[in-house]
Nanobody, 126 residues
């Protein structure tokens, strides 16, 4: 069983930055591609970005490209989401997810992942 625990959310002013972390409790973290999703109040869950098992290949939603960066540390079994130039429309609950993928393959943009974290709230004030 894979457990994912997000941290790093909070309240930030527009233009500010936050770094989210997602720690995994799994023997073989490097066997999983990882994704970040977000869900704002009253809206459907939205793809934010994803990273391949080795961390070399990444994909981002157009809405965050150039502002958000995904990275991972397989030794620490953790994936990160660095969020810069935050805007009020970025306010949401952010969740990480794990998907068993082949090496080098970026997990998809649809929420067909194997495991999910509980999420962490990010609130951006104007």
């Amino acid at each position: 069983q894979v457990q994912l625990v997000e941290s790093g959310g909070g309240l930030v002013q527009a233009g500010g930055s936050l770094r989210l972390s997602c720690a995994a409790s799994v023997p073989s973290f490097s066997a999983y591609g990882m994704g970040w999703f977000r869900q704002a109040a009253g809206k459907e869950r939205e793809f934010v970005g994803a990273i391949s098992r080795g961390g070399l290949n990444k994909d981002y939603a157009d809405s965050v490209k150039g502002r958000f960066t995904i990275s991972r540390d397989n030794g620490k079994k953790t994936v990160y989401l660095q969020m810069n130039s935050l805007q009020p429309e970025d306010t949401a609950v952010y969740s990480c997810a794990a998907a068993q993928t082949s090496y080098g393959v970026i997990p998809g943009r649809s929420p067909n992942y194997d495991y999910w974290g509980q999420g962490t709230q990010v609130t951006v004030s104007s």
